[in-house]
């Protein structure tokens, strides 16, 4: 019971920095661990960030990890990622995801639309 729209994609070139913004429908969205996935063209759907509901435990992909940060406020409802020093490889469609069940993600059942980032060199 819950529903989500990713925005703030867009294009920009390497090395610039981009902030996403999942926006969530439903009151337990305090409850939800929170994630982060992108898929591009071609290739297989991969995992980047999750984020436990609490926002105090964050488990983060190698390709990723020290350039892009997940938050969340769950006063508004929404999870960020924060994305620094991109690349052309980063290019792809992202996605967020909610896991209602495991408080630390691991099963994400419900997902965003999605939402283009594109990196020129």
């Known amino acids: 019971q819950v529903q989500l729209v990713e925005s703030g994609g867009g294009l920009v070139q390497a090395g610039g920095s981009l902030r996403l913004s999942c926006a969530a429908s439903g009151r337990a969205f305090s409850k939800y661990a929170m994630g982060w996935f992108r898929q591009a063209p071609g290739k297989e759907r991969e995992f980047l960030v999750a984020i436990s509901w609490s926002g105090r435990s964050t488990t983060y992909a190698d390709s990723v990890k020290g350039r892009f940060t997940i938050s969340r406020d769950n006063a508004k409802s929404t999870v960020y990622l924060q994305m620094n020093s991109l690349k052309p490889e980063d290019t792809a469609v992202y996605y967020c995801?909610?896991?209602?069940?495991?408080?630390?993600?691991?099963?994400?059942?419900?997902w965003g639309q999605g939402t283009q980032v594109t990196v020129s060199s």
């Open positions: 995801a909610a896991d209602p069940d495991d408080p630390y993600g691991s099963k994400f059942d419900y």
